[in-house]
């Protein structure tokens, strides 16, 4: 099975800070990832797919890069709604594993 | 506007069964692989299992492998996951999710249900 790797599993930061969030494949899995954003009581919601393609209605201050095993997102600059759960997906083969997630918390 | 539905959940025994259910609208629910997805109390998503447009192919993560079965009617457009000999660490919620690639089992997942929580407990 392949694993994914997130880190931060936390991270605080502020109102405008740019925030990257890495994830890391213990097998290349070329560029089958996605990011998803989970807030407490709500549904994961799909941020990017396809390592890079941002999500119709998703704004443009988040991206997406990377290929084969290294990947990042990226918030720009981060605005007061984005504080919640990010978590990356492997798509390549079966089991669909997740990382572990990455909380983004208000410093 | 696409929407997915769950159902099913509630309070059960060690060793019990239920029946998850998922009902899809507005889309052509045969043309899109399904999963189901859960999160644990204070844990992280997992992925739990996928089945193809058509209804073959089921794929399961290893420990619900045997217990849990995965199925759709597309004439009624609902995606099941049929759970038996349920334990304590399968307490969850439970969410059926759309694969965003059409006719594939690969890619992530678009479109997500509210969820339903599944507590196994006695």
């Known amino acids: 099975d392949i694993q994914m790797t997130q880190s931060p599993s936390s991270v605080s930061a502020s109102v405008g800070d740019r925030v990257t969030i890495t994830c890391r494949a213990s097998?290349?899995?070329?560029?089958?990832l996605a990011w998803y954003q989970q807030k407490p009581g709500q549904a994961p919601k799909l941020l990017i797919s396809a390592a890079s393609n941002l999500q119709s209605g998703v704004p443009s201050r988040f991206s997406g890069s990377g290929s084969g095993t290294d990947f990042t997102l990226t918030i720009s600059s981060l605005q007061p709604e984005d504080f919640a759960t990010y978590y990356c997906?492997?798509?390549?083969?079966?089991?669909?594993?997740f990382g572990q997630g990455t909380k983004l918390e208000i410093k | 506007e696409v929407q997915l539905l769950e159902s099913g959940g509630g309070l059960v025994q060690p060793g019990g069964s239920l029946r998850l259910s998922c009902t899809a609208s507005g889309f052509i629910f045969s043309s899109y692989a399904m999963s189901w997805v859960r999160r644990a109390p204070e844990k992280g998503l997992e992925w739990v299992s996928t089945i193809s447009g058509g209804g073959g192919n089921p794929y399961y993560t290893d420990s619900v492998k045997g217990r849990f079965t995965i199925s759709r009617d597309n004439s009624k457009n609902t995606l099941f996951l049929q759970m038996n000999s349920l334990r304590a660490e399968d307490t969850a919620v439970y969410y059926c999710?759309?694969?965003?690639?059409?006719?594939?089992?690969?890619?992530?997942?678009?479109?997500w249900g509210q969820g339903t929580l599944v507590t196994v407990s006695s």
């Open positions: 997906q492997q798509a390549n083969s079966f089991p669909h594993t």
């Open positions: 097998q290349g899995i070329n560029n089958w």
């Open positions: 999710a759309r694969g965003v690639i059409v006719g594939s089992t690969r890619g992530a997942f678009d479109y």
